[in-house]
């Protein structure tokens, strides 16, 4: 039995409020709202993700900025240089720093791995800094080392997104103590609103990762400069919404299956650098991260329901424009215009 | 592969010539040495075991498997020694009693594997093709020549007060790292390089703990990963979780049975 319709009806009743544990307002509110009204707006004037200056000089100016500092944000030393289809990287294994840029250079992923191994000091998770410290540690690091890079333009916002810890637990194996849980590492991420519009996805976002004192060992950004090429796009209700994500949702599940919204965003889509169509506009729509559980032994599940179980995690992002433009690298906005899956290349190895 | 010491700094022609022409050099990799008992040499061995459809939809489809799987095995070929890669169809064998098979998770020194996962009441549970069939970790003892048992799949790593029955029977035979998921990982066109970028990084001889959070990292979707592994005691235990690489492994000795003392774990953790 096709339960697309029962997809979008569960999205509602079962939004997970505990995902949303370590989540700042901006994106609770976002959450809500998504829900309730979908992007909350009749039209939106499509963007167009303006092209970086190229991997190779944003790669430069990197390695260039950090080559003297001795402090966890370093460049120093040997580095090995590769690339591959999705950008260039400069590796320092000996001293465990990697640094890589991707596509047209509006994509950048520092780490320093060895000084983060070296420094993950444990502390209890009771003391963990909080959401409100993660968010100031990631401003002040926006501001004093990426401040010529993740920019706010005039009619746009930046706000705090999202935190996550990194834990260590441990307990004997005789179970003679309950486990101990301490944090080693702390992630905040920022996300960007255009025209008072969220960008959803993994374009507009910048995350920082931080010791637990405060010093940061790593960072991520896709932060593109956007422009308004003109015109506008009609959008979605958030029932029109719902509709089209039970025709065009990759997963198809039967009635019984329990389905777990646990994140839905609506907003520009912006998939990012590596999955962006650089003949596409960014165009309004919707993202539902979702898991299913099924009976995965039926003789557990018999006998307690609440045994047996397994789960999978899924995503679909739904276009929310009444005209969407095509996309080659949206799979729903793909599926939409040519009825195929869009999938990355590999089969079926075959039995042992 | 070339070692480059201030070249860009002074001089952008190598740059200009990847971009223009595309004229750059494949991924660089450190190989990594085989652990095996059975005779093999040189780089390790590993093996790939996955499932996307299932037998009479007895499990929900998932769509971009095989891709993941095919991006692991090219990107860590290039580091270690592909030996074999299947489909889960009777899989459940080969998982569990490897004795039996020719080729099973215990012939190679590392495994990645992804499908449908459970946490049940007291194991964890590993969806196979076949309709109804399970690998359950309180059947699988593992470590005559595994070390790293790496799989894309949710909950297996679940962390509640069962973890340890769950993965005490695996490790006991000294299987030295396990990495999965203590929630969701999901199945998705931008999670399908996962698997290749956990490879990248532990060819770059990063932590095996830092590769798998990084690999399954992403600023849109939320994967939980985790990773675990075991110590005669907690400080053992928490200098192996973190320090292990795919080249260094070889200096952590196995610790099996009575040796073991603790299990420990890592989660990226909302």
Request: some cysteine; aromatic content about 10%; overall charge positive.
């Given at each position: 039995m096709n339960s697309r319709k029962n997809i979008s009806i569960l999205t509602l009743a079962l939004l997970s409020s505990s995902a949303f544990a370590a989540d700042f307002p901006h994106r609770r509110e976002l959450n809500a709202r998504s829900l309730a009204v979908g992007l909350g707006v009749s039209s939106v004037m499509p963007l167009v993700r303006t092209a970086g200056p190229g991997a190779p000089a944003v790669l430069e100016r990197f390695l260039s900025r950090w080559q003297q500092s001795t402090t966890s944000i370093t460049t120093a030393g040997d580095y090995e240089l590769t690339q591959d289809d999705t950008g260039l990287s400069a590796d320092n294994d000996r001293d465990g720093w990697s640094l890589k840029v991707s596509g047209d250079g509006t994509a950048v992923t520092y780490r320093n791995w060895a000084f983060h191994d070296a420094h993950s000091v444990p502390i209890d998770f009771a003391q963990r800094p909080p959401e409100s410290t993660l968010e100031a540690w990631g401003r002040r690091f926006l501001d004093g080392y990426l401040g010529t890079d993740v920019l706010v333009g005039p009619n746009e916002q930046r706000y705090p997104l999202s935190a996550r810890y990194d834990t260590f637990s441990y307990q004997p194996t005789d179970l003679s103590a309950p486990a101990v849980d301490m944090v080693i590492g702390n992630v905040v991420v920022f996300t960007r609103a255009v025209n008072g519009v969220d960008v959803v996805g993994g374009g507009s976002k910048v995350a920082v990762f931080f010791e637990n004192d405060g010093t940061p060992y790593g960072f991520d950004f896709d932060w593109p400069n956007y422009v308004t090429p003109g015109g506008s796009m009609d959008v979605l209700s958030i029932d029109e919404i719902n509709a089209q994500d039970a025709l065009l949702s990759d997963y198809q599940f039967d009635a019984s299956v329990a389905v777990d919204t646990r994140l839905f965003e609506c907003g520009y889509f912006d998939a990012g650098i590596q999955f962006h169509d650089a003949q596409a506009l960014?165009?309004?729509?919707?993202?539902?991260?979702r898991t299913a559980t099924f009976v995965g032994d039926p003789d557990l599940y018999a006998a307690d329901p609440t045994d047996g179980l397994m789960q999978t995690g899924f995503v679909d992002v739904v276009p929310a424009a009444r005209l969407p433009q095509f996309d080659q690298f949206w799979p729903q906005v793909y599926y939409a215009f040519s009825g195929e899956h869009l999938r990355s290349a590999g089969d079926d190895p075959g039995q042992q | 592969m070339l070692k480059h010491k201030e070249a860009l700094r002074t001089d952008f022609l190598w740059l200009i010539c990847i971009a223009i022409l595309g004229c750059?050099?494949?991924?660089?990799?450190?190989?990594?040495?085989?652990?095996?008992?059975?005779?093999?040499?040189?780089?390790?061995?590993?093996?790939?075991?996955?499932?996307?459809?299932?037998?009479?939809?007895?499990?929900?489809?998932?769509?971009?498997v095989w891709s993941l799987c095919s991006k692991w095995n090219s990107r860590f070929n290039a580091v270690a020694d592909w030996k074999w890669y299947y489909n889960l169809d009777g899989g459940k064998g080969w998982w569990e009693q490897p004795s039996g098979y020719g080729n099973n998770l215990d012939t190679v020194n590392f495994f990645f594997g992804s499908t449908h996962g459970g946490a049940f009441n007291g194991t964890a549970a590993y969806a196979m093709w076949n309709v109804n069939s399970s690998a359950k970790t309180t059947s699988m003892r593992l470590g005559n020549n595994l070390d790293v048992l790496s799989t894309y799949s949710c909950q297996t790593l679940k962390t509640d007060n069962q973890i340890v029955a769950r993965w005490l029977p695996v490790m006991a035979g000294g299987l030295r790292y396990v990495t999965g998921s203590h929630d969701t990982v999901y199945d998705s066109y931008w999670t399908d390089g996962s698997a290749e970028s956990f490879a990248n990084n532990m060819a770059?001889?990063?932590?095996?703990?830092?590769?798998?959070?990084?690999?399954?990292?992403?600023?849109?979707?939320?994967?939980?990963?985790?990773?675990?592994?075991?110590?005669?005691?907690?400080?053992?235990?928490?200098?192996?979780?973190?320090?292990?690489?795919?080249?260094?492994?070889?200096?952590?000795?196995?610790?099996?049975?009575?040796?073991?003392?603790?299990?420990?774990?890592?989660?990226?953790?909302?």
């Open positions: 960014i165009q309004p729509g919707c993202a539902y991260q | 750059g050099r494949s991924s660089t990799s450190t190989p990594i040495p085989s652990s095996s008992t059975q005779g093999v040499t040189g780089a390790a061995p590993f093996g790939t075991g996955c499932q996307q459809t299932f037998q009479n939809n007895w499990q929900a489809g998932l769509g971009h770059h001889s990063h932590s095996i703990r830092s590769s798998w959070l990084d690999g399954l990292w992403n600023l849109f979707v939320k994967n939980d990963a985790a990773v675990m592994t075991v110590g005669t005691n907690a400080s053992d235990c928490f200098n192996r979780l973190g320090n292990m690489t795919a080249q260094n492994r070889l200096g952590f000795p196995r610790r099996r049975d009575g040796a073991i003392g603790y299990m420990c774990w890592t989660t990226r953790h909302e």
